[in-house]
Every structure is written in structure tokens, then in C-alpha cells.
């Protein structure tokens, strides 16, 4: 089930960002962030009384005259409209009511059933008595808060959370028996072509449903007598020709798709550079704990060598550090060539995920490797490894059982996992390591 979307619009200076900012903080759970991945703080999950929506904060925006202003009002509240199911209109309660609040609330006005107007620097009761200048927009009473002092906010998001619809509850672990598909990159890199060459002839398409994020189809096909489900983002593109505000939509969106997948099969452009756009989808699949394929499609546009590929590899892992244990397929879609191994990787790579390693086989690997390199401290504290199992698949997870886990530096952790890699392979597939504390005297289950 896919999470609310809400987005937060308003002219300037309203606090649109701190209120993002604020609201962001309330979550109870953090994933934690790896070193070399890159974070978009423009869209997050928040949970409130154990409901969970995704925040959009549209940014702010600057204008270089009266006429550019308004349009660029009028095409960040159109965007609001179309993408999101809860609208906060956010509006400056020491200010007062501007022309620019009167611009947009006519915009929003038709669509008021799903717009919750939010009077932000209501720093104390004083300002609340004033509000009634706010009725002139139409929309209803606004709701004062300051998001800078935090006042009032935890009543904002229990009002918040009544214009939820109870069916909107998110289980994280809640996953369906397919595994799931998500094609995803920037635009005009070949992913409907890549989409509509995996849903060919030579595969039984068993249904079509429109899917939970916004414009996109999951479709479930079958390949070799196993069901999969395709999230397909190739026609996440707006239909107007409408520029500010996209990146921010269409970005989210392939979030959400990512955040639904299992497998994230990323599609570049192999006659293009890698873009900021490509880095950002790829570090918010990796700090997900995706699956992960990297496509280089258009492969015949390139003039190749003997040694092109290897290049290409090279420059992906330079720009992605974080993506080495990724397979990379160069393909056509336009040709059809190597099409065919995109789902022989797919299948390989979720026997990848579902692997585990015995718990004796693990420790004489983990002997091995401390004996050559034994974790040590700047302090000179002992560290101390004394076992290790696998806990989990899908990812595959690992927990260290050590005396003193807080003293395993980073880089020992790095070089554990890459040590797993070496030896264990699980291409295609994020591995998750844990470290907990265990006396000496303890018994190995």
C-alpha cells in the first residue's frame, strides 16, 4: 500500500522548509546513512501515531520579476494539485494576507477538499487573534503553528492525520509473495523501450493494474513459470510543458516505485554522462537496501573497443563507489541487443539475495580474516570478534557478536563487508552488517 503523499506550497518565507525541517524530525525510526551516499532531503517518509506519509517541501523560489513570479506560483501550486493527495498551503501569520496568498488560494480553490491551510509564526496566542484576516482565501480556517519553536505541532499533525483515510496505515513488512520491478532513470534513456521489450511476445502478461504511484502500471508477467511484477516509471513525464517543479515530482516518484521494488533495474544512457539526477536515484536505492542492476542502454550509439566496457564500469564505480557490487548489462533496446539478460539477472540476482551462508562455514571464513587483519582501536582497547551468523535474507544480514561492538571503526566494518563480498559474491544485492556486544563467557548458539 503506498504512503500519502502531502506536499507543502506557499509564496517565499513562509517557513516552508523549516516546517519540512520539523515534521521530518518526528519520525521515530532514522535509516541510517552509509558513507558515499548522497541524501535528498527534498522528500521523506515522517510516521505520526503510527501512520506514515511522504512530505514533499517544493522549495523556495526565486523571482526575477512580477511577471515570472506568478507563473512560477501558478505552475508549483498546478504541480501540487495534480501529484498530491494533501495539499498544505502554507501562509505567514505576522505577515498577513498578500497578494501572492490570494493568488495561489484562488488556484487551489477548486481542489479545497484536499487543502489544509496552515498559518505558520503563530509564535504565541497573540498572533492566533489575528487570523481571521486569512477567511478572505476561501479555505476554510487556518491552523497556526510555529514550526520554527515547534508550537502546536503535534495538534497540526493529529488534524493532519484525520484527513488520512485509515487505509492509508503503512506495513512496512507487509511484502507480496512476487518479486517486484521497478525500471527507473531519468528521462529520454530508453526505459519504455526497455519496458515494452520485457513485456514481449515471448512472456505471458497476466494482468495490467494501475499502480499505487501516481501515472505508472504494474504489470505481472511471468517468466520462466515465475510471476513478476513490473513497476514500470517510463511514463512518469509531464504532460505539459510545464519545467519548474518537475524534478521534484518526478524524482519523487520514482522514490515511491523504488521504495515498492524489490529489484531496482537502473537505466543510463551510455551516449550521455552520468547526471546528478542518475547518482541521487541510485544512492536512495542503495540506503534502501535494493536489489540493484545498472543498464547502459543505446549501446549501439557508442564506438566501442575492446576495452569500452571496461571503461564505462570504471567511471560508473568512480562516480558510484557505492554501486561495485551491482551487475552492469550494456544493451540496445532500439537493436534488442542482450535484452535477454536483463531477466537472467534479474533471476540471478533475487537467488543472490535469498542465499545463506551456514554458521560454521561463516566463522571459519571470519577466523581467516581477523587472523590476517585483527580489528584494533586508537585507544589500544581490545576488540574482540567472537562470532558470526547470518540473521536474515532479503538482505542478507550479518550479526557480529563482539565484546566491545562501539569500538569497531568504520573502516573495519567496510573491510568486513567487502571480505564477505569477496568471498560470499551476492551480486546485485545490499548486505546489511550488525554488531552486538557479547561477554567472553557466553555460549555460541
Known amino acids: 500500500m503506498r504512503k500519502y503523499i502531502v506536499s507543502i506550497v506557499g509564496r517565499p518565507n513562509v517557513g516552508k522548509s523549516t516546517l519540512f525541517n520539523r515534521l521530518c524530525r518526528k519520525r521515530s525510526a532514522i535509516v541510517d546513512a552509509e558513507s558515499g551516499i548522497t541524501r535528498d532531503r527534498k522528500y521523506e517518509d515522517v510516521e505520526w501515531s503510527g501512520k506514515v506519509f511522504k512530505l514533499v ?12 513570479m506568478d507563473k512560477m506560483v501558478k505552475h508549483q501550486a498546478l504541480l501540487a494539485i495534480d501529484e498530491s493527495d494533501l495539499i498544505l498551503f502554507l501562509v505567514d501569520a505576522m505577515t498577513g494576507t498578500t497578494a501572492i496568498d490570494i493568488a495561489i488560494a484562488k488556484i487551489l480553490y477548486p481542489h479545497r477538499d484536499k487543502v489544509m491551510l496552515v498559518a505558520n509564526k503563530a509564535d504565541n496566542e497573540k498572533f492566533e487573534w489575528e487570523l481571521y484576516d486569512f477567511l478572505q482565501l476561501g479555505l476554510g480556517d487556518p491552523f497556526p503553528i510555529s514550526a520554527l519553536q515547534g508550537r502546536n505541532t503535534g495538534n ?56 499505487t504511484t501516481r501515472d505508472s502500471i504494474d504489470t505481472v508477467f511471468r517468466y520462466h513459470d515465475k510471476e513478476y511484477i513490473l513497476i514500470d516509471t517510463a511514463g512518469l513525464r509531464r504532460k505539459t510543458k510545464v519545467n519548474y517543479g518537475v524534478e521534484y515530482y518526478s524524482t519523487m516518484r520514482t522514490i515511491e516505485a523504488v521504495d515498492r521494488c524489490d529489484v531496482v533495474v537502473l537505466v543510463l544512457a551510455a551516449d550521455e554522462e552520468v547526471s546528478a539526477q542518475d547518482v541521487k536515484i541510485a544512492s536512495y536505492a542503495k540506503r534502501k537496501m535494493k536489489e540493484i542492476l545498472v543498464v547502459f542502454n543505446k549501446w549501439d550509439l557508442v564506438e566501442k573497443d575492446t576495452h569500452t566496457t571496461g571503461k564505462f564500469v570504471a567511471e560508473l564505480h568512480r562516480q558510484m563507489p557505492f554501486l561495485q557490487f551491482a551487475p552492469v548489462q550494456f544493451i540496445s533496446a532500439k537493436t534488442g541487443q542482450r535484452i535477454n539478460k536483463i531477466m537472467e539477472l534479474v533471476v540471478k540476482i533475487e537467488e543472490e539475495s535469498e542465499k545463506r551462508i551456514g554458521t560454521s562455514e561463516l566463522n571459519r571464513f571470519m577466523e581467516t580474516v581477523v587472523e590476517r587483519r585483527p580489528p584494533t582501536h586508537s585507544t589500544g582497547r581490545h576488540v574482540k570478534i567472537f562470532y558470526i551468523t547470518q540473521a536474515a535474507v532479503k538482505p542478507p544480514t550479518f550479526v557480529f557478536f563482539c565484546n566491545q561492538p562501539a569500538l569497531v571503526s568504520e573502516n573495519y566494518r567496510r573491510f568486513l563487508h567487502n571480505q564477505i563480498r569477496e568471498m560470499f559474491a551476492f551480486e546485485g544485492v545490499s548486505i546489511k552488517l550488525i554488531f552486538k556486544g557479547r561477554k567472553e563467557n557466553e555460549v555460541e548458539p
Open 57 to 68: 517541501d517544493t522549495g523556495g523560489i526565486i523571482f526575477d520579476s512580477a511577471e515570472t
Open 156 to 211: 497540526f499533525l493529529d488534524e493532519l492525520l484525520n484527513l488520512i483515510p485509515e487505509t492509508q496505515n503503512w506495513d512496512e513488512q507487509a511484502k507480496p509473495a512476487q518479486t517486484r520491478i521497478a525500471v527507473v532513470g531519468k528521462p529520454n534513456v530508453g526505459k519504455s523501450s526497455l519496458v515494452n521489450l520485457l513485456l514481449g511476445s515471448e512472456k505471458q502478461i497476466v494482468t495490467e493494474t494501475p499502480g
